[in-house]
């Protein structure tokens, strides 16, 4: 699989992961969730999600949508929209789904 093939496969949607997290249950992975804005991605951000990865075997990441990210920071934000800043997410190591 190549590289850009396997960030886009852990963006996924709310179904999309109900259905991936109960299969990692049924193999007896412990799953840890976060979340975030992750609107400019930071040292800070990439510190705290590998050190929530060190909680399980699976780690899912969480993205605010767009108008969270702009309720919480205001209204010159966010810098990054939703699908960047989950590509993002999605590229590192340590995340095992994105959503």
Request: charged share 25%.
């Amino acid at each position: 699989m190549d590289k850009l093939q396997w960030i886009q496969n852990k963006m996924r949607d709310r179904e999309q992961l109900l259905r991936q997290c109960n299969i990692w249950r049924s193999f007896g992975k412990k799953i840890v969730f976060t979340n975030g804005c992750f609107d400019i991605l930071h040292h800070g951000h990439l510190h705290l999600v590998a050190a929530a990865a060190n909680l399980g075997n699976v780690l899912v990441v969480g993205i605010n949508s767009d108008a969270s990210v702009k309720r919480l920071k205001g209204e010159d934000r966010p810098i990054n929209h939703e699908q960047e800043r989950m590509f993002q997410m999605a590229s590192l190591l340590c995340t095992d789904a994105v959503c």
